[in-house]
């Protein structure tokens, strides 16, 4: 009998406020120790649990039918599941659809990723909302069998998020090269973008590869002079997950890039570390925001997108402005997109050097694609900066 019927294990979710859901084993057997979040997410649960962004986080959905469509290669996000655990209402016993491999039960169990199932992810949810994200832990099988007072020691003292460096964690080891060629591009290669991989979703620079730019994805360790050795036409900073305060390495790279006149780009994390380079501070949110379905003002057109988003932290800036930034040498900053739930900074664009951010991602994986406008938008600034800008690079 395989792992996909193996509905009758117990199984516990702990939260660290002593809060205990009590439901059956999905996936691995055996326990996890992570953040809860919840992703609002009607679709798109493969693209989520590969998504490195999630690594270090037990994710429920509050969608309640998961798995009805199975797994397959194509639409993982990265080379595997990040997150720490998985809490579903409603698991399908069967997949069904044409592009399914197999269940996401096998893949979760494959994967080591332990998971519960038969929970009321409503309540779960809204505890989270009242409460806010915190570590828990979920036990199956004979983990389950510990008393619950063991079990609850057990997940306070697991390392919360705040303080965690997980980029570092989640990146690539090797320089990769996506080739606009590969993915329908014709014509003449418009540019070439270095990608720092904090925790990249694979859709992002192919998204900029379809648009004819070359792009050279980096480990996360990568440094500024190995950055201009390759010749960039634009720097990207990627998604990514755990604290942006930790990542002291990158936002001193970032100032270098900014300070050599390379334009840039960055989302989620990267949004966070423009923050930091540029001298604000960033804080963590109650429960953060996460699904495919976040309303965001772009002030500069009016206009209303609906934004794919996975972030528990956001930069503190002054929504008036424009101002100067904190580290001055970078000019006129503005708080360039607003979220309309909550009026947290969903992006910054920076005024006097060629630098702007968003909270979001824009590469629809999974998600609306009302912010693909963005990759356009960056490709402008990259092929319209002046030479004098570029020989400042050492191009």
Known sequence: MTNAYRTSERALLVLEDGTVFRGRSYGAVGESLGE?????????????????????????QTAPHIGNTGVNADDAESRRIWVSGY?????????????????????LAEQNIVGIQGIDTRALTRHLRSAGAMRSGIFTGEAAEAPESDLLERVRQSS???????????????????EPADHGWDGE????????????????????????IRVHVVPANTTLEQIKQLGPDGAFFSNGPGDPETATDQ?????????????????????????????FGTYKLPFGHRGINQPVLDRSTGRVEITAQNHGFAVDAPLDGPVTAPESEFGRVEVSHVGLNDDVVEGLRCLDIPAF????????????HDAAY?????IELMTSTDSAARQKAGK
């Open 87 to 107: 809490v579903v209402r409603d698991a399908a016993r069967l997949p069904s659809n044409w592009r399914s491999e197999k269940s996401l039960d096998e893949e």
């Open 251 to 279: 936002v001193e790279v970032l100032r270098g890039i900014l300070r050599a006149g390379i334009p840039f780009f960055g989302i989620c994390f990267g949004n966070q570390l423009l923050g930091r380079a540029l001298g």
């Open 357 to 368: 951010s968003v909270q979001y991602h824009p590469e629809a994986a999974a998600g609306p």
């Open 189 to 212: 290669v418009l540019g070439t973008l270095v990608a720092v991989d904090l925790g990249i979703k694979s859709m992002t620079p192919r998204r900029f590869a379809e648009r004819g």
């Open 160 to 178: 919360p998020m705040q303080g965690q460096r997980l980029a570092d964690q989640v990146t690539a080891e090797n320089t990769l090269t996506i």
């Open 36 to 60: 809860a979040v919840f992703s609002t997410g009607m679709t798109g649960y493969q693209e989520t649990l590969t998504d490195p962004s999630y690594a270090g986080q037990i994710v429920v």
């Open 374 to 378: 963005l990759f356009d938008r960056f």
